[in-house]
């Protein structure tokens, strides 16, 4: 499982990262950083709710 | 949950029919199969345009910066993996909840075993300016295209009404396609009733910055004009000339077609903690009503994250037997765009709360302001600060200390 985020779309809201702070972060200077590209399958269910809760679409799992 | 548990205790569905195919109605679809339902779900809206987003509509859709394939909420591959069916252009008119039916606008009528309703809201208008041209509201694809259109038309004036977040991104939208732009507002300030009066000022300096000419605690007298819109008469006795007037004034929740249904309709359908207005019935999104136990507080929450959230908890709730159902107890977030700022707010806040500045300054317009009711964490706003506002959130959720939040290192 990959994550594949398009930057020209994310608005660096932030809420992946509350929902997945251990695969994503918003730093300081407001970009985001993804932590581990290729996270385990147990954390599909937190991935796939980024996905959905994302306000920008900007997230995907590429299989 | 245990999975044997929950499929031994959940509730078998023959079918979902979903009312209402925005956001709140196909997040929920979409969560219905990833929690493996595999039955059929019919989703009925009345919009002849398949599911769209709306935030765009006030922002990069209204400024032309984005086209119509870009608002999507799911991209068409993607939707006909779901095998969804959708009746879209077919507005509901009635349902029953004792005898099941619900009554379409062309006629047929469908028998539901689980319903989810997620009708949402429209557009409160200004009484008298129906038959007037360019005046406007903006809910929806269509709205949207109007106003574009009148923007492109080159107008003297646009007045917008209302400095609520879809005003005031309306206004900060047409000020950047280098339009005139006059925004009035009955209350104080922009967003007070929100914000509080103190960073409702705030936003009122970044408009006027911006060279809108705003204008605060007066009220529209009357929309004038002979066909079309000419001007727009203030109560203070002001008249501003205008070819184009854009309303936002606030939304109704879409219930009417509920009415005598047997379920409860008070300023949106009344749902339980759960989100369940009745056996087998559940709501989400700008039209549900809910107590939110978190904060001890009967809500109805017009955001987009709200939307998405609950569709999936109204979807879950569904198929789960009554003990295993849990409360639905978001902290309600939401952002606007408006210029170069990213505004968000998350919490529930009041305009008598304590308030105080955690990081950055209201000079530099990037900062994060933390508010307290009680001794309690009950809110942050952030102007471009978005990984604050989300981490002052979580401390929310944390139910955290308004002095433990002050102290806190973020
Ligand atoms: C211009 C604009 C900008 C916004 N910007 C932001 C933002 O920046 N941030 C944010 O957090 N939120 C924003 N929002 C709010 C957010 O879009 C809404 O909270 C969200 O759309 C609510 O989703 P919903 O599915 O509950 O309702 P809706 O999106 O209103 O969808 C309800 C659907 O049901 C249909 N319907 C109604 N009655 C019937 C019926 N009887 N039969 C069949 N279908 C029916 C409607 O036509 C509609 O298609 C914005 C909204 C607008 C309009
Ligand atoms: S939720 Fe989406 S837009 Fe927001 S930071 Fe994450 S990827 Fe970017």
Redesign the interface.
Known sequence: MKIVVDFDLC?????C??IAPDLFE???D?FLYVLNEEPGEDRREAL?ECV??C?KQAISIAE | MPEAGHLHRGVTRRHITIVGASLAGLRAAESLRRQDYDGPITLIGDEPHAPYDRPPLSKQFLAGDWDEDRLALTKPEKLADHDLTFRLGTRATAFDLASRRLTLDDGSDLEVDGLLIATGARCRTLPGTEDLDGVFVLRGLDDSLAIRRAFDAGPRRVVVVGAGFIGAEVAATARESGLEVTLVEALPQPLGRVLGDEMGAVCAAVHREHGVDLRVGVGVEAIEGDGRVERVRLSDGSVIDADVVVVGIGVIPNTEWLEGSGLEIDNGVVCDATCLAAPGVTAAGDVARWPNQRFGEVMRVEHWDNAVEQGGHAARRLLQADEDAEPFTPVPWFWSDQYDRKLQLAGRIRPDDDMQIVTGSVEERRFAALYGREGRLVGVLGFNRPRHVMQYKTLIEQGVSYDEALAADL
């Open positions: 608005e660096s809201n932030a809420i990262m509350q918003v730093r300081d407001d796939e959905q809760r306000p």
